[in-house]
């Protein structure tokens, strides 16, 4: 049961900064949002003391040397994570995380790299490196109106390589288009099939547990400002250590290595995790991951998540009764239409009394002026995206946009109405307040009415 009270003196207290400056926020898919504790943490830890470069040896070295050690202990707490079979890497961001395996994983002929079409394209561009050491690529399609993955597809898709050699398998614990949890259980269903498995968490675990302990990914891909928004910059790749002694870095670099020589050519990497931390860690911001998941643990996941899993079921019901005079429906939903199996990412199309998509620039334009955060576009998940609007592979075969072309040409060859979709994503700061601004804007400026499409500028990326 969700404490209702607690979290409205939460929003007021910690997140009071959206009311003081009339910000409807509903894009945690695409960030979290920090609280004043933790800037106030933050704040009091750098004023409070000096720390220095942790590859040195002197006091301020060893201070932040602490803290990030026990950053890394609160990860791998925070996950269930046994230090001897876990080691936390601190990256930029998930894409840091998820470049670093597919950089130096054994990829080769006749070993596979599988992926599920929905991903983000930062596990798509995993196939770049599988291409380079000449392995196969293989997509798992999505199917039906809920926009999932059917068990046998995935079993078609790691039955397919070559021999024995299995290879890497990678997919979302949930998408950041539909908001579809796909099944962990997959985990262990590829590792028996002779797959490694990483796992993009990124969209996942701020509302949600990940349990490593039960579940036991060989590679875990966060980025930490989506679950609490600060500090910014800051990911974590979670492997297991036997699965990080299989990777090949291509290079090496300051902090990397136990010893290298200019004159020998020869080097040798480091034998911990931070054989994979190039160059000076930010010693100053990655302490602030402990404290954001002490506040995260103050609340508790769970009320986190019975909180988000509320407010993403009055979202869903308050879109299906929006209705045009004429009966036709004022949204149109991408993915399952409860909370059974989904987070709290809501993708969308608003469509016009004739049922004709209204372009997602318009939405932008008109909801920013009313102080609404959200997202539109295609959310780098084109994969999803074909799915969603029911793109035909056959249409998507060798066409491949120009050096010179817009995004706006992609969408003409392939005839779409629009560049993607409105997402809507709630999280802990969120509020039935702040989607009930969401449904009032979109009765009152589309219902009924065919919006003014001139003077949007073009999209230049997706």
């Known amino acids: 049961m969700v404490d209702v009270t607690l979290l409205t003196q939460i929003r007021a207290r910690e997140y009071g900064y959206l009311d003081e400056k009339k910000h409807v926020y509903l894009d945690h898919t695409g960030a979290g ?31 932040s040397d602490v803290l990030v050690a026990s950053a890394r202990q609160a990860v791998l707490r925070h996950f269930d994570a046994d230090p001897r079979e876990y080691a936390v890497v601190f990256t930029p961001n998930a894409t840091g995380a998820i470049r670093l395996v597919g950089e130096a994983y054994p990829f080769a002929e006749r070993s596979n790299l599988v992926l599920t079409a929905d991903n983000h394209n930062s596990v798509n561009g995993l196939r770049e490196y599988a291409r380079s050491g000449l392995a196969d690529t293989r997509y798992v399609p999505l199917a039906g109106p809920d926009l999932r993955i059917a068990d046998s597809a995935l079993d078609e ?24 949890q796909h099944p962990l259980t997959w985990i262990e269903h590829a590792h028996a099939r002779g797959y490694d498995v990483l796992l993009d968490a990124a969209a996942f675990v701020p509302t949600n547990p990940l349990n490593l302990s039960v579940v036991r990914p060989d590679f875990v891909a966060v980025s930490w400002y989506k679950v609490f928004g600060y ?15 299989r990777l090949r870095r291509p290079w090496f670099s300051g902090g990397t290595v136990k010893v290298a020589s200019a004159a020998g050519g020869w080097y040798r990497p480091a034998d911990d995790e931070t054989a994979f931390e190039d160059g000076t860690l930010d010693f100053l911001s990655i302490p602030d991951v402990e404290v954001g998941l002490d506040w995260i643990r103050s609340i508790g996941m769970a009320t986190v998540h ?19 005079a004429n009966g036709q429906p004022l949204a149109r939903i991408y993915g399952p239409p409860g909370t059974e199996g989904r987070g709290a990412t809501v993708s969308l199309n608003l469509l016009d009394p004739h049922g004709e998509v209204i372009d997602e620039r318009i939405v932008s334009r008109d909801s920013s002026a009313l102080g609404i955060s959200l997202r539109t576009g295609c959310f780098c998940n084109p994969g999803a995206g074909e799915a969603a609007f029911s793109i035909d592979s056959s249409a998507l075969r060798g066409l491949e946009l120009t050096r010179d072309g817009t995004v706006d040409d992609y969408l ?3 005839g779409l109405p629009s560049g ?16 009930d601004a969401f449904l009032n804007f979109a009765a009152d400026a589309y219902r009924d009415r065919i919006p003014v499409a001139e003077g949007l500028s073009p999209r230049l990326r997706c």
């Open 157 to 180: 898709a790691l039955a397919a390589g070559h021999g024995d050699n299995g290879g890497l398998f990678a997919f979302p614990a949930q998408s950041n288009f539909t908001g579809v």
């Open 420 to 435: 993607g979709a409105v997402r809507v994503s709630v999280g802990l700061s969120s509020s039935r307040a702040d989607v």
């Open 33 to 63: 949002l920090p609280s004043r504790w933790q800037l106030r943490a933050h704040t009091t830890r750098i004023m409070g003391n000096a720390f220095g470069n942790p590859h040195s040896d002197n006091p301020t070295s060893a201070a």
């Open 231 to 245: 500090p910014t910059g800051i990911g974590t790749l979670i492997a297991r250590r036997e699965a990080l002694e």
């Open 412 to 414: 003409a060859l392939l």
């Open 306 to 324: 019975d909180h988000v899993t509320g407010l993403t079921r009055y979202l869903l019901d308050g879109l299906r009764t929006l209705r045009h």
